[in-house]
T-cell receptor
Framework: GNSVTQMEGPVTLSEEAFLTINCTYT??????LFWYVQYPGEGLQLLLK?????DKGSNKGFEATYRKETTSFHLEKGSVQVSDSAVYFC????????????FGGGTRVLVKP | SAVISQKPSRDICQRGTSLTIQCQVD?????MFWYRQQPGQSLTLIAT?????????ESGFVIDKFPISRPNLTFSTLTVSNMSPEDSSIYLC?????????FGQGTRLTVV
């Protein structure tokens, strides 16, 4: 079956530091890959996505590249802000599985001023 | 895009009782998904609800515990039955449109 593995948190950073959250996946088909963000007290929001190999998703300064050869979709941001403090979830959806989402365990990021 | 409204947003319930969570979508969708997010954990799919047919449950979830209704293409309910403290979680409704998933704000359930 499909699975997503992402680095455990919490990750604590200072403002303007570089952020990387690793995500690898296992899928039987050709999944789409996503990063979702959950800010404190809020629901899940789509941060970015990539639907095929070598696609790069980007939003709000965050980037992730769909790497089929390493089955990875690592999330990066060059300079984090306090407002980036949240829980980040890597996920995949597989058309063969009816577009159900499979989530990683989530990574809590805390950015300190 | 899709806007999803969930009710209630939170509730505190006595063990042994049941709670029904409502999910309303602003557009017609074939499939609706119900997820559970236990404290400090990731999201786990409970079931997929198709309009006009019985819901499909994931391993570890059963209809008697989590009955689902899907009366039309914009609405679904999830009932958490005979609750115990272990059912304390956030329950989220989700839909998929053009390959993107949208989520409701969630229902934060505490069972005491």
């Amino acid at each position: 079956g499909n699975s997503v593995t992402q680095m455990e948190g919490p990750v604590t950073l200072s403002e303007e530091a570089f952020l990387t959250i690793n995500c690898t996946y296992t899928a039987t088909g050709y999944p789409s890959l996503f990063w979702y963000v959950q800010y404190p007290g809020e629901g899940l929001q789509l941060l970015l996505k990539a639907t095929k190999a070598d696609d790069k998703g980007s939003n709000k300064g965050f980037e992730a590249t769909y790497r089929k050869e390493t089955t990875s979709f690592h999330l990066e941001k060059g300079s984090v802000q306090v407002s980036d403090s949240a829980v980040y979830f890597c996920a995949l959806s597989d058309l063969a599985a009816g577009n159900k989402l499979t989530f990683g365990g989530g990574t809590r990021v805390l950015v300190k001023p | 895009s899709a806007v999803i409204s969930q009710k209630p947003s939170r509730d505190i319930c006595q063990r042994g009782t049941s709670l029904t969570i409502q999910c309303q979508v602003d557009s017609q969708v074939t499939m609706m998904f119900w997820y559970r997010q236990q404290p400090g954990q990731s999201l786990t799919l409970i079931a997929t609800a198709n309009q006009g047919s019985e819901a499909t449950y994931e391993s570890g979830f059963v209809i008697d515990k989590f009955p689902i209704s899907r009366p039309n293409l914009t609405f679904s309910t999830l009932t958490v039955s005979n609750m115990s403290p272990e059912d304390s979680s956030i329950y989220l409704c989700s839909v998929s449109l053009t390959g993107e998933a949208f989520f409701g704000q969630g229902t934060r359930l505490t069972v005491v």
